[in-house]
């Protein structure tokens, strides 16, 4: 297991099959193996733990909302 601080409220933990995100905001999203699932969590709608961005940032993975 691997975990990232992406930037403020954001971050990325990579496991062996699936990678989890969480409260993405802005920053760069680690490199990680593009067959792993990707699960997105929002803990809340506030600007600084959610950016519609992150519905852009994988688009070449199996990713979940």
Do not use: R, W
Not at 15 to 23: G, M, P
Not at 30 to 47: G, I, L
């Amino acid at each position: 297991m691997n975990v990232y601080y992406i930037s403020h409220s954001g971050f990325m933990v990579e496991l062996e099959n699936n990678v989890l995100v969480f409260d993405y905001y802005t920053g760069a999203i680690p490199a990680f193996d593009k067959t792993k699932n990707v699960y997105v969590f929002v803990s809340h709608k506030h600007y600084d733990h959610f950016n519609k961005a992150i519905f852009n940032l994988f688009d070449d993975c199996k990713v979940h909302y």
